[in-house]
């Protein structure tokens, strides 16, 4: 199932062990928008504004975003 419905379980509640695992998945993403932002030559900075947009209405102030 998708991380929303998991958030959706927790009622805002969300254990840290699932809490970190979603920190590992957002940094290993950010790693992977790098990367391929560096072989499209789009600006990494244009489009982490965006993923950030849409981790943080699943998971709010619980991650902590990368901007650089």
């Known amino acids: ?4 419905t998991a958030c959706k379980m927790f009622n805002g509640n969300i ?3 699932n809490i ?7 940094d290993r ?3 992977l928008l790098r990367q391929e932002c ?3 030559g789009h600006r990494f900075e244009n489009l982490i504004v ?4 849409d981790i943080q209405k699943f998971w709010g ?8």
């Open 1 to 4: 199932f998708d991380i929303s």
């Open 29 to 31: 993403g950010v790693e």
């Open 15 to 17: 254990p840290q062990s």
């Open 50 to 53: 965006g993923y950030n947009e």
């Open 38 to 40: 560096k072989k499209s």
């Open 61 to 68: 102030n619980k991650i902590k975003f990368q901007t650089k």
């Open 20 to 26: 970190n695992t979603a920190q590992t998945v957002y």
